[in-house]
């Protein structure tokens, strides 16, 4: 593969150079080379049979012609490139003669609808559960072009799944006082204290969310010349906290809360999920007592009482046997399913983080470790911030999303 149509097929479906090496190349009805991988994982193809609108009998053929063999991950497979359709000579449609028959439909396993040879359009919430939690490389990578309390700025279109939480105030306007994770297209991952109980009657009502944003005081974000897709917002269907949180108790604990959008959203650079640690391999492990992880939101700064653009910071792992014993002295309980990070002078998670998210590079990928829950102030010597460990509410987020 050469190294122009490689860095095409990293910036459609997000792969690392690294990870490239495990896919089978392929070519697809246009001849372009791609590599073979889940269509679930294929963002460029996938996006037609989840955009919910009658499929043109182009787009059908192109899907079908574009199936391949021996592909990574879930079956169907497909030879993914930026391609979503037939390129056009001359003004007509270029079909390609595939030397293999192709099969009349495109079934996907465990699913009741039949393919893409039907004249209705597709239910999106038949997919099923193959897509409801992506796997690397459609999580938590890396774009190619790559505030925190005494963080940095972050790269334009870095963590990509940040999203922020948009509330109906008092006087009608709107207010940003949280922040979230994308986890695929429909859910957002978030901390409950940020969808109920006091943030209702101190801020107001959770009525959307802003995906793709970077800095919030501009309508496009552009970065050396660079310019981002244009953020969208998007409504809130439906909140789910957490059935035993109680935001009346101090400790928080089962911080954690599922918001699911009005519609599914389009991955693009700026807007992709990031990984649970029960996707990646040996992420399922906890790191231990020093690790390096990330946090990322628009919250508090040392200068500024909210960030305008998205901060980043390295906090590492605390010991859980020592948060859980300086905590213990302010009557505060903290359990194993949450985690503690940071504990550096002037270098925390902050006012406005919450609900962010607490991040491991891992194997190739971002991996959520824990939601901003609470802490002691900002940024005190030898006090870390608490998060909700999300590998202990798998089961949870799993049994909830549909």
Not at 9 to 14: E, L, R, Y
Not at 223 to 236: H, K, L, S, T, W
Not at 323 to 342: L, M, P, S, Y
Request: glycine share 10%; charged share 20%.
């Amino acid at each position: 593969m050469n190294r122009s149509v490689m860095l095409t097929v990293i910036s459609v479906i997000g792969l690392s150079a690294v990870s490239l090496a495990q896919f089978s190349s392929c070519r697809n009805p246009n001849f372009n080379e791609g590599v073979c991988i889940s269509i679930y994982e294929c963002d460029s193809l996938i996006s037609l049979v989840t955009s919910g609108a009658r499929m043109r009998e182009t787009d059908r053929r192109f899907l079908k012609d574009s199936q391949c063999t021996n592909g990574f991950g879930r079956p169907p497979f497909v030879c993914c490139t930026p391609d979503t359709g037939y390129r056009r000579t001359g003004g007509s449609f270029f079909f390609s003669q595939n030397p293999e028959p192709n099969p009349t439909r495109f079934s996907f396993p465990g699913q009741s609808f039949g393919g893409f040879q039907g004249q209705q359009p597709v239910n999106r919430r038949n997919l099923g559960r193959s897509i409801d939690l992506p796997r690397p490389p459609s999580c938590g990578g890396i774009s190619i072009e790559n505030k925190i309390y005494g963080g940095e700025d972050s790269d334009l279109n870095e963590f990509p799944w940040m999203v922020l939480l948009e509330y109906k105030k008092k006087n009608g306007g709107l207010g940003l006082n949280c922040a979230g994770s994308l986890i695929n297209q429909r859910y957002v991952l978030t901390a409950a204290h940020c969808v109920t109980g006091s943030i209702e009657s101190q801020v107001g009502k959770l009525i959307s969310v802003r995906l793709g944003e970077h800095d919030i005081s501009s309508k496009v974000d552009c970065e050396n010349g660079v310019c981002a897709q244009q953020a969208i917002r998007v409504g809130v269907e439906e909140v789910i906290p957490h059935h035993s949180y109680d935001d009346r108790a101090q400790d928080r604990h089962n911080d954690i809360a599922l918001i699911r959008m009005d519609r599914d959203v389009l991955y693009t650079k700026s807007i992709r999920p990031v990984c649970l640690p029960s996707v990646v391999s040996g992420a399922s492990v906890s790191p231990q007592p020093g690790t390096t992880l990330t946090v990322a939101g628009w919250g508090r700064t040392l200068r500024t009482p909210k960030s305008l653009k998205k901060q980043k910071l390295n906090v590492p792992l605390f010991s859980q046997s020592e948060c859980r014993r300086k905590f213990a002295a302010r009557n505060v309980d903290i359990t194993e399913f949450q985690v503690c990070a940071g504990g550096n002078y002037a270098e925390d998670s902050c006012d406005g983080d919450s609900g962010g998210p607490l991040m491991r590079f891992q194997e190739n990928a971002w991996v959520i470790e824990g939601i901003v829950s609470f802490g002691v102030k900002c940024g005190l010597q030898g006090w870390p911030a608490v998060h909700t460990r999300v590998s202990s509410y798998d089961n949870w987020i799993r049994s909830t999303i549909r």
